[in-house]
């Protein structure tokens, strides 16, 4: 069965971190590009981070110097390490997975359109 698994969401207060994680199963990880994305209440969903099977990575201006995403081929799992969090991230965080196409520019992935496979969403709440 091919899924991806998302944990590592919850309360914090602003200021904090939190790690959110997201394992693939049943589809090669290392072909895969990695994103993540966020849906706050009333608001579409928005590109939060990506990173290429090369492990390059883009970041959506309002995380950067904020947020870091990783990937571990090893263990099918990508990261998203946020720091310094603020009551505005608070969203339901969504990871995503696509064939990643090198011939590609780094924008392409910074849309949902090259993403396949979604994760059920984990909500992150930042208190003020």
């Known amino acids: 069965q091919v899924q991806l698994v998302e944990s590592g969401g919850g309360l914090v207060q602003a200021g904090g971190s939190l790690r959110l994680s997201c394992t693939l199963s049943?589809?090669?990880?290392?072909?895969?590009?990695m994103g993540w994305f966020r849906q706050a209440p009333g608001q579409e969903r928005e590109f939060v981070a990506t990173i290429r099977r090369s492990e390059r990575t883009e970041y959506a201006d309002s995380v950067k110097g904020r947020f870091t995403i990783s990937r571990k081929n090893a263990e099918n799992t990508a990261y998203l390490q946020m720091n310094a969090l603020k009551p505005e991230d608070t969203a339901v965080y969504y990871c995503a997975a696509g064939l990643d196409r090198p011939t590609f520019s780094g924008d392409y992935y910074l849309r949902p359109n090259p993403y396949d496979l979604w994760g059920q969403g984990t909500q992150v709440t930042v208190s003020s």
């Open positions: 049943g589809r090669t990880f290392s072909t895969s590009a």
